[in-house]
């Protein structure tokens, strides 16, 4: 079993590790020689139709969901056409508005999971175009798709979904690339500026994983506590969102993900002597008003950790504690951003003795609805 984890104690430490080649193996394949566009010869929609998409709906359970936030904010700032992202489990009950011109994009891991096949079905029967974004080839979300984009971060073993998490990111930044290319929604010198930032994520990723020993005394910190927020705003709250589920799921501390904006709304109320507060700090357009909902965080006794860019330094007078991640382009900070949160649900988890990579009334792949 040491072999299968090359040396890792767990499983999720392996696969958060393996990220950087995942992102490679799912990346370079996809870019022109030039490096100036992308190409995704496995999509069979033509580009006349890629043209006629009036709306795209993605659909997803858990961690795949929370990356199809993530690809809602990516098509909708490169395409200019309204995204709706929904649970597998609610799409199909609210009698989604489907026409021909609607492509649903579905994303599961697994390519198992029951609700998404569910919602995938209902969509397919009212006529939309239906995209996997899936890591197993072959799979029963794969073979009914009518278009497949294969993430290529190998099998992924532990419950809490890592490597497939910031896979699909990768999968979803080629994909509106790529539709936007069609579509002439966004200039070739951008086209060009982000596929050069995303061929530098890999190496990103690696020096974010080299603080593992810095996070790992901050998790050990918040692991004998029982409440814990994450905030952010923008793409900054969409990885808030998966960085919570990602500490549930395995440390089992109970924490709540908000839009900073939103924490005076009510959640507020919660925040006592000592409660530790993530903050994602990554955007500067957004940094000045997460600042001031942190501020109101600390005047109530709140230990703030916040996760800001390395040239944001003058930020760090308003945390307790301070993790520094390398700055890339805006949309693609979620790239990024989530690794630190891993560390810390994996740390935590640990440090509360846990059982890593197989939590307690979860399973890998759900096949009940
Ligand atoms: C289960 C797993 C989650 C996963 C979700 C969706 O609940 O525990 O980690 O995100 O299913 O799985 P899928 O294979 O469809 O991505």
Not at 311 to 333: K, V
């Amino acid at each position: 079993v040491t072999a299968e984890k090359a040396g890792y104690p767990h499983f999720m430490l392996k696969e958060i590790y393996e990220q950087p080649k995942a992102y490679r193996d799912t990346m370079n394949s996809r870019l022109s020689e030039k490096r100036d566009r992308v190409i995704l010869p496995e999509i069979t929609m033509s580009d006349e139709e890629i043209r006629s998409i009036r709306n795209i709906q993605i659909v997803a359970c858990g961690t795949a969901y929370h990356a199809g936030l993530v690809g809602k904010m990516v098509i909708e700032r490169m395409l200019r056409l309204p995204v709706e992202t929904d649970v597998a489990s609610e799409y199909r009950y609210r009698d989604p508005l489907v026409s021909r011109r609607t492509l649903t994009i579905v994303v599961s891991q697994s390519g198992e999971t029951a609700d998404t096949l569910a919602a995938m079905r209902e969509a397919k029967s009212k006529g939309a175009h239906v995209l996997a974004i899936t890591n197993v080839v072959g799979s029963t979300v794969a073979r009914e798709a009518d278009d497949v984009l294969v993430t290529w971060a190998g099998p992924e073993i532990a419950v809490a979904s890592t490597k497939a998490y910031t896979s699909q990111l990768i999968a979803f930044y080629l994909l509106g690339l790529y539709m936007a290319q069609v579509r002439g929604s966004v200039k070739q010198e951008e086209i060009e500026q982000t596929i050069g930032a995303m061929q530098s994520l890999p190496e990103q990723v690696e020096s974010i994983l080299e603080q593992a020993e810095s996070i790992q005394s901050y998790a050990e910190q918040i692991a004998v506590h029982n409440n814990l927020f994450f905030i952010g705003r923008g793409p900054d709250y969409l990885v808030a969102q998966e960085g919570s589920l990602k500490l549930k799921e395995i440390s089992y501390i109970h924490s709540e993900a908000y839009a900073a904006g939103e924490l005076k709304h009510g959640t507020l109320a919660l925040i006592e002597d000592n409660v530790p507060v993530i903050a994602l700090v990554t955007q500067p357009a957004l940094a000045e008003k997460t600042v001031s909902n942190i501020k109101e965080v600390k005047a109530r006794g709140g230990n703030v950790l916040g996760i800001t860019c390395e040239d944001s330094a003058e930020l760090q007078s308003e945390f307790d504690h301070t993790l520094f991640i390398p700055r890339t382009l805006d949309m693609l900070m979620p790239a990024l951003s989530v690794i630190p949160l891993q560390l810390i649900s994996y740390y935590a988890s640990l440090a509360r003795g846990n059982d890593v990579d197989k939590p307690r009334n979860l399973a890998k792949s759900v096949t009940v609805e």
